[in-house]
């Protein structure tokens, strides 16, 4: 098994793909990060399996943060050994620069360089007022099921239940 | 899994371990058969190379008896995923001369299926 090449490279590629605008490039995006059968896990959330369970999720965040004028950012310190990378990212304010979420995750990679697995931790979890945003249905209706647009509902509605837990389940 | 850093003090007792039968059947109750761990400098796989990979370093950093792990008891965890760091403590002032991070992947025994092992200095 070589050495990875260009850590920092695959984060910056991985955080990119969050802050994308366009929903067909952030659905690439996931298809050329991930493979086919990727798994993708975070507290608080159930394992997100394959490439239209990720895109999901990952159109969740940008949609929840990213008009709120927040950005992700990677922290630049990507390491990597074997098939692994670590590193760590934030999410940005544009108002005050100030981080307001803060995580970090291993990837580990396939044969040809995609993520098989994304293992991710939150050490800082958003102030974002996820009881007062626009309903899911606005928000995300064009791209969740009834049953996925139902269990948003239920967390944002509830966030005062899992804010305090961070990375515990 | 609740209690994540007595399992991650477990997991650093098996490095600390002078007695090798004792080393192997903590390893045994630890990771799965077929678990693999995965450091900068080492990839092994299974409960016999995982007993020559942590004796090798037992010999290296511990027995001349001037080092010790330690956990840092900051263990997280969600689904089957867990991580903590540890440092590398040197016995003779107490400082901390190493520091590192794991991640596991638990198999649904609860024991180790993949262990991702990362040293920060």
């Known amino acids: 098994m070589g050495i990875v090449p260009r850590f920092n490279e695959i984060a910056d590629r991985y955080i990119a793909m969050f802050n994308e605008p366009d929903d067909g490039v952030r659905r690439r995006r996931v298809e050329e990060l991930f493979t086919e059968d990727a798994v993708y896990i975070m507290f608080n959330n159930y394992p997100f399996v394959g490439h239209d369970a990720i895109f999901k999720q990952v159109t969740v965040s940008h949609r929840i943060y990213v008009p709120l004028g927040f950005r992700f950012a990677s922290s630049h310190n990507a390491v990597g050994h074997h098939n692994l990378v670590r590193f760590g990212w934030v999410l940005l304010s544009a108002d005050t620069g100030d981080a307001d979420m803060m995580g970090s995750d291993v990837l580990v990679l396939a044969p040809d360089d995609r993520v098989s697995a994304d293992y991710q931790f939150h050490d800082r979890v958003s102030s974002v007022p996820y009881d007062r945003l626009r309903p899911v249905d606005e928000l995300f209706g064009d791209v969740l099921n009834a049953d996925e647009l139902a269990r948003y509902r239920e967390a944002f509605a509830n966030v005062g239940r899992w804010r305090g837990a961070v990375a515990s389940d | ?121």
Not at chain 2, 1 to 18: C, H, K, S
Not at chain 2, 58 to 78: C, L, M
Not at chain 2, 102 to 120: H, M, N, S
């Open chain 2, 1 to 121: 899994m609740t209690d994540l850093n007595g399992f991650a003090r477990q997991y650093i007792e098996v490095w600390n371990e002078p007695d090798a039968d004792v080393r192997r059947a903590s390893i045994a109750k630890l990771f799965a058969e077929d678990a693999v761990h995965f450091s900068p400098s080492q990839e092994v796989r299974g409960h016999d190379e995982l007993a020559v990979r942590i004796e090798n370093a037992y010999r290296q950093w511990v027995e001349p008896g001037e080092h010790v792990f330690r956990s840092q008891d900051n263990a997280t965890g969600h689904h089957n995923v867990m991580r903590f760091n540890w440092g590398m403590v040197r016995q003779s002032d107490g400082e901390t001369i190493s520091v590192g991070f794991d991640l596991f992947v638990l198999a649904e025994d609860g024991r180790i299926q993949a262990d991702y092992q990362f040293v920060d200095r």
